[in-house]
């Protein structure tokens, strides 16, 4: 396993970039530890699989260099770089049976056939292939070819890093839970670097230590789940993260008060004079439904089973509250925002609110 | 997946319908015809039966030019096949060489048949063509119009120059839709240029080579323009294949009998060779 | 009304539909849900006239369709791949139905204009799809859909190659955009997320077979058998096959948990059990609750809620609750089962809780 450093990478597709919108990668300078688990998450073209193939050797980077445990590795080829990556679309060899597929990494790199069934053996056990060890790899379901591609990717013992990009798209939301635990068990035993891009928040917040949120080409914020689901930094991150996202509203900030329309909302803290617009975000599921507070009124309440989530507005803006399965909606609706949940940016960045 | 019938289709096809069976359906129904009577050409016909089959099988002449067919496409499958797939394997997937490259490899299947044979008839002349006279040159004792063997390779090489480019456009095809993860996938596996052929370009082309070797088989046990021109079944009768034989039967000695029945032989085998080979390589698909 | 009556579709000796009968209202929306392969898509085509059922028959407002074509059946569909006309503007592709079936230029302007300005698509009119994001390019295909004015929109896994926080935005506008017509919408998907939020009525599939319909809470709250409950639960429903004997629920091996009054009325015998992942919690949400001793195996944790993967005598059980909660692998810790919400199921797999709550 390796630590990953990137030292002010940037990327272009195009062979002359000249402004900053040339760059599909916008500089990126940070440091993966040596078994830590990373997820890279975002919309579509945000540019993380982008940093991935970089990663793997895929890409060759406009700028910047990569270096695994301090030994540049920038010019190495793909196979020279020792990684592994599991791709969003199942990819075996379909002529070969499975543990012919699971073997093959090995085989390619010399490793006596002793070594190779000891490993293969117990990458077959891992996930659960076992009794098809022997069959082609033709016929199998997705979950079933996803889970060879995941397996040849453990299969090497001596990998830097394992990387993903979306790996479990094409799989069924049931077994979604089962492959998302066994690669964090994986990931305890083992103690593997792993960096694993997804646009799917719960995949990313479940597997990572720490996820690194990334939008048109930069990173964002990177933080543990638990802080970019408390203190996200960009109302991006807000929007992004939790479902759903993160409410925003704008408001005039006065001291210890944040003021909408006509109701005033006590801040935890007074924020330091800003210019700028000035936003108040926090998140559904601070935000309480009750007798008592701002009125609102009810425009549609979603049941999904182990929460209601209600659609209201608040002095003429949308907002989303959370509610227990078993809690109603008063026949006046009236919301308080609990205070730890309450966030000031402007102009989309955090402002911190002193004490 | 079954569509919903739709019966204006059938009037639409109509017209092709009375084409092809004016066209094909009728002269073969006269073949069978002539292939079952004796006729001395003044109209008179009479029964003869299986005679004239049993005639063409039990001679020594029609074994001779079934089994210069046969190995003529033994010997073009074993080298366009390979080659094809090779040439389609060098050939770039981006950039604007793959215009070009396309093109070049489309050239040789757009002119006309006779006018191949024409040209490689004077090209290979043992005293004026281009090859001829190189091959004479080096030290060879090339003369293609004398010896069976030049001959042979001469008809071998002219059908590998023109066909080779269909069995490449192909492959090419076949080659093009394969994913690039699979190559990335392979590369991160350590995979050698060789294992990447065996493991994932040759079972993606499988569909594509079958319909490849079908054609190209069907083609060259039919073959009769090239070589005809070229050669004229000779020296003697080493190059002639069963479509000159049948030529020779039926239009140089008039033998409308044996020649209708020749033809419907002819027509037979290859029936029969390509079910053989169509199910053999549906057969291995399926596994 | 659409009405399906005993429709069954083998495909080369495969079932692919097995004795399906369903009864679709006007302005409608009706999820089917299930697995990949269940036969959502099969039966889709069966309704939109793309295949003919092996047997059984369709029915259209009271007249037998079972046989028309599907150009003359007046159905919409929308499929995963984001398909459009890809040489045509974003308003030709829009306008394509009412142009093929003639309607005069003043109209069509008018109703593209108005599906445009439905799903958000007004300052894309004259880009064509290829040049679209894909959020954009689904929006198109379907605002085709609905200018088509079909009596059946049926909706194929629309959202699912789309990135999340896209189709979070699309399903919360697409029952506004339903409600706004009056035909019977029809939607595939495998998400019970996806279900529960759309609303309407759910029918769980299963191996070409329907093995509920009906309003989604409902389905959801109340599964009349073990299939139903599986299909609809995401995390994964947690399960345990116990033994009653007069008060308490038995295993081999020890097992010995109270059984709740809710349950009490049932006859002693063989049951599963089962509870969906966020009726278990490590606090005791009432008196009655069923206490458990389970070994943590691995926590997930999202910032807003934890799942905890649990191992209790040989089965695997997922814990949903709210907040941050640490545990480490292999600590063995108290969590409870709400009894409220306990599903028991007899050997046949239908439902006996539901019997007994009447």
């Not at chain 1, 060759?60 to 196979?79: A, I």
């Not at chain 3, 809710?262 to 009432?286: C, K, N, V």
């Amino acid at each position: 396993m390796a630590r990953i450093d990137l030292d002010h990478i940037r990327h272009s597709y195009l062979a002359n970039p000249r402004s900053e919108q040339d760059y599909a990668l916008k500089e990126v300078h940070h440091t993966f530890d040596d078994g830590g688990a990373y997820a890279l998450l975002g919309p579509s073209g945000c540019g993380k699989t982008t940093l991935l193939n970089i990663i793997s050797g895929l890409i060759h980077p406009s700028e910047g260099r990569l270096l695994f445990n301090d030994r540049d590795v920038t010019e190495l080829s793909t196979q020279q770089r020792n990684i592994a990556q599991v791709f969003q679309f199942p990819v075996i060899y379909d002529t070969m049976t499975v543990y012919d597929n699971l073997a093959f990494p090995l085989r390619n790199r010399g490793v006596p056939e002793a070594d190779v069934d000891r490993k293969v053996k117990e990458i077959l056990d891992m996930t659960g292939l076992s009794d098809r060890a022997g069959k082609r790899a033709r016929g199998l379901t997705a979950d079933q070819k996803q889970k060879i591609s995941l397996g040849r990717g453990l299969v090497r013992s001596d990998v830097n890093a394992i990387l993903f990009d979306e790996p479990l798209t094409v799989i069924d939301p049931h077994m979604k839970w089962v492959l998302r635990s066994q690669l964090k068990q994986l990931h305890h035993r083992f103690g593997y670097t792993m960096v694993y891009v997804t646009h799917d928040q719960t995949e990313a917040l479940t597997f990572a230590n720490q996820v690194v949120v990334m939008y048109e080409g930069e990173i964002v914020q990177i933080g543990t789940p638990a802080d970019l689901f408390a203190r996200p930094k960009h109302t991006f991150v807000g929007y992004f993260i939790g479902s759903p996202g993160m409410n925003v509203m704008p408001v005039a900030v006065e001291g210890r008060t944040a003021r909408i329309g006509a109701q005033t909302i006590a801040l935890p803290g007074a924020p330091a004079a800003q210019a700028g617009s000035m936003e108040l975000g926090i998140r559904p599921e601070f935000v309480k439904v009750g007798k008592e507070g701002m009125p609102v009124s009810v425009r549609r309440v979603e049941d999904i089973g182990r929460q209601k989530i209600v659609r209201a507005s608040l002095e003429g803006r949308e907002i989303a509250a959370i509610l227990g399965e078993d809690e109603e909606v008063p026949a006046e609706p009236k919301v308080v925002f609990a205070p730890e949940g309450i966030n000031l940016y402007a102009s989309s960045w955090r402002v911190e609110m002193g004490a | 997946m079954d569509k919903t019938w739709n019966n204006r289709a059938w009037f639409m096809v109509l017209p092709v319908l009375v084409l092809v069976a004016f066209n094909a359906i009728i002269p073969l129904m006269t073949v069978v015809n002539y292939s079952v009577q004796e006729t001395f050409g003044d109209n008179v016909f009479l029964f003869h039966g299986v005679g004239f089959f049993q005639d063409v099988l039990t001679s020594e002449r029609f074994h001779s030019a079934l089994l210069r067919s046969l190995a003529f496409t033994a010997i073009i499958l074993a080298i366009e096949i390979p080659l094809g797939v090779a040439i389609a394997l060098a050939m770039p997937r981006k950039g604007i060489w793959v215009s070009v490259c396309l093109v070049l490899m489309a050239l040789p299947l757009l002119i006309p048949w006779n006018v191949v044979g024409a040209i490689w008839n004077l090209f290979a002349l043992p005293e004026i063509g281009l090859l001829g006279r190189t091959l004479n040159g080096i030290g060879f004792d090339y003369n293609y119009t004398r010896h069976p063997v030049d001959a042979w390779f001469t008809l071998v090489l002219m059908d590998v120059w023109h066909w080779t480019s269909l069995v490449v456009l192909l492959a090419y095809a076949g080659l093009s839709s394969i994913p690039d993860a699979y190559y990335q996938a392979a590369k991160i596996d350590g995979a050698s240029r060789w294992a990447v052929f065996r493991f994932i370009q040759l079972p993606k082309m499988k569909r594509v080579l079958t319909i490849a070797v079908l054609l190209r088989f069907m083609d060259s046990f039919m073959i009769y323009t090239e070589p005809s021109v070229l050669t004229g079944g000779g020296p003697g009768n080493s190059t002639t294949v069963l479509s000159i034989d049948l030529v020779k039967i039926a239009l140089g000695q008039f033998d409308l009998g044996p020649a209708a029945a020749m033809s419907i032989i002819y027509f037979l085998i290859i029936l029969l060779l390509c079910w053989i080979f169509y199910t053999l390589m549906m057969r291995n698909e399926e596994q | 009304m659409l009405e399906l009556r005993s429709v069954s579709k083998t495909v080369g000796g495969v079932d692919h539909i097995r004795d399906v009968s369903l009864k679709l209202e006007h302005a409608s929306l009706n999820v089917l849900l299930g697995p990949t392969l269940s036969g959502k898509t099969s039966l889709m085509r069966l309704m939109a006239g793309l295949d003919q059922p092996s047997a059984g028959s369709v029915w259209f407002d009271g007249k037998d369709v079972t046989g028309v074509p599907v150009q003359r059946r007046n159905v919409a569909m929308v499929y995963q791949q984001f398909i459009n006309y890809p040489s045509m503007t974003v308003y030709e592709n829009i306008a394509s139905p009412l142009r093929v079936a003639g309607a005069e230029a003043a109209r069509i302007d008018r109703e593209v204009k108005h599906a445009a300005e439905l799903l958000r698509l007004t300052p894309y009119l004259d880009r064509t799809p290829l040049s679209l994001s894909g959020g954009q390019q689904q929006r198109t295909a379907i605002a085709r859909a609905i200018c088509k004015n079909a009596g059946v929109v049926l909706l194929d896994e629309p959202l699912a190659n789309l990135d999340y926080k896209l189709r979070e935005e699309l399903r919360e506008e697409l029952p506004k955009i339903f409600a706004a017509s009056g035909a019977i919408f029809v939607y595939a998907t495998t998400e019970p997320h996806e279900a529960l939020l759309l609303g309407g009525n759910t029918a769980t599939l299963s191996e070409g077979r329907i093995t509920q319909f009906g309003p989604t809470t409902e389905v959801f709250r109340r599964p009349n058998d073990l299939v139903t409950a599986r299909t609809f639960s995401d995390p994964p429903l947690n399960t345990i096959v116990l033994r009653k004997r007069g008060a308490s629920f038995q295993l081999d091996g020890g097992v010995n948990l109270p059984v709740p009054a809710e349950l009490a009325g049932m006859a002693d015998s063989s049951y599963t059990i089962g509870f969906q992942p966020h009726h278990l919690s490590p606090t005791r949400p009432s008196p009655s609750a069923v206490p458990v001793k389970a070994k943590v195996s691995v926590t997930e944790i999202t910032g807003s809620e934890s799942f905890v993967h649990l191992d209790f005598a040989d089965v695997r059980w997922v814990m949903l609750t709210p907040g941050v909660h640490v545990f480490e692998p292999d600590e063995v810790i108290d969590v409870f089962i709400d009894p409220r919400h306990m599903m028991a199921f007899d050997e046949t797999g239908r439902s006996v809780s539901q019997r007994l709550a009447g």
